[in-house]
Structure formats: structure tokens, C-alpha cells
């Protein structure tokens, strides 16, 4: 899945007098851990020196926007892939769909560098195995899960438990409207009507309704 990206228009100085001077807010999955929902991505735009293990951002012909990192390089571009992806992307990104490197993220007020190279790769390489491991666990577990999710009882219960933890908070953005479900503080699910995107981590697909289930 891809990174949704927002681009801001306000940068530190300090952050632009080293060149990176384009900013997006990062809300997809695809990059976790390395990212969270809500991250100030901070990008040095026309860079030409880019290394297996640098994250980019670029953009996807048909997602937009999209922030992963390389994994390789090719003859006609370079070869990426979310940490958080179990699958590397399908194309190649060629040097005219390539927007910028991120080297700084922020998150409420905090900068951290962001780790490329070879130790971003080795990073990501940890994460990719867990994704392995994710996805044999789901295959086992994927039956009974349904089960449980299609079950009206069962999210009624849940719902009733656990709903008072849960907030919506509505957030107008240049793509138009995000509205994000919180459960005690944390981002558990996004909407964009606009584009018609849903997203929600699990297991809290049991407690919020797709939109298209909301009366």
C-alpha cells in the first residue's frame, strides 16, 4: 500500500537554509515504524547522489505521491519498497517521476534524522522479515478473524466496551477533508472522502465501520 502524502508549505529556516526545501505530512502505512501518521517529512528536492537504502519521494502515475525506499538500482531508475510492504513496488521510479530525498521527519516539535544508507536498509530489512512473519500469522488466523468481524454481536459488544476511548477528529487539508478515528489519542483509522480512502489498523476494523457502513 501506498504513503499518503499532504504537502505543507511552512519550513524551518533553519531547515531550508540546508537545502530541503519541500514538506509533506505523512498518513499512509506503508512506512511504519520508520514513519508515523502525522510526521513532517522534510525533502531535499533534485537530488542527484541517491544510494540503495535512501527514502524517496516520488510520484506514482496512479497512487500520486508516494514516499518508500530504495532497495536497488537499474538501468532505467531505482527499485523501492515500504518498510512496512511485504512486496517491493511493481516499477521501477525513473529520475523524472522522482520529487526528492526525505533527511529530516518531525513529530510534535521533535526532528530526527532520517536513517538511509546501509543502515536504513538493515533497518528495513528487520521490519520486511516481520512482515513475513505478519502475514503467516494472518493466513492462520484469517478464518476465524472474519468470523468474529462479520459477527453483529460481537461488535456491538465491543463496541460497547471499548467506544468510549474512541474520537474522531476532522482535519481540512489541500486534498480536502481527513477525518481520523482516535482510540485513546492514537490514530487507529483515516477517511479522505475526496479520494475515496479508507484505511484501519487492526484489530480496530471491529470497532470502526467502513464509511460505506456508516448511517
Known amino acids: 500500500m501506498s504513503a499518503s502524502l499532504t504537502e505543507m508549505r511552512r519550513i524551518p529556516p533553519w531547515i531550508k537554509a540546508n537545502g530541503l526545501t519541500r514538506c509533506f ?7 511504519r515504524p520508520a514513519f508515523r501518521p502525522g510526521d513532517m517529512l522534510y525533502v531535499r528536492p533534485a537530488v542527484r ?16 505521491r508516494i514516499v518508500h525506499r530504495i532497495i536497488s538500482a537499474t538501468g ?31 513529530f510534535q ?26 502475514g503467516w500469522l494472518y493466513r492462520i488466523f484469517r478464518v476465524p478473524y472474519h468470523v468474529l468481524r462479520s459477527s453483529v454481536t460481537v461488535r456491538r459488544f465491543l463496541i460497547r466496551w471499548f467506544s468510549h476511548h474512541l474520537g474522531v477528529v476532522r482535519i481540512e487539508t ?8 482516535t482510540y485513546k489519542g492514537r490514530t487507529v483509522a483515516r477517511w479522505q472522502p475526496r479520494q475515496k480512502y479508507f484505511e484501519c489498523r487492526k484489530p480496530f476494523d471491529l470497532l470502526v465501520a467502513p464509511p460505506n457502513r456508516i448511517k
Not at 110 to 134: E, H, M, N, P, S
Open 25 to 31: 505530512i505523512y498518513n499512509g502505512p506503508s512506512m
Open 49 to 64: 547522489d541517491i544510494y540503495a537504502g535512501n527514502v524517496i519521494v516520488f510520484t506514482d502515475p496512479v497512487r500520486g
Open 76 to 106: 532505467t531508475g531505482w527499485v523501492t519498497r515500504g518498510d512496512n510492504n511485504r512486496l517491493k513496488d511493481v516499477l521501477p521510479v525513473t529520475p523524472d517521476l522522482l520529487i526528492g530525498r526525505a533527511e529530516i521527519t518531525e
Open 109 to 134: 516539535g521533535r526532528f530526527r534524522i532520517v536513517r538511509g544508507g546501509r543502515r536504513g536498509l538493515w533497518t528495513a530489512r528487520i521490519q520486511w522479515r516481520a512482515c513475513w512473519v505478519k
Open 174 to 181: 489541500s486534498d480536502g477533508l481527513l477525518v481520523k478515528t
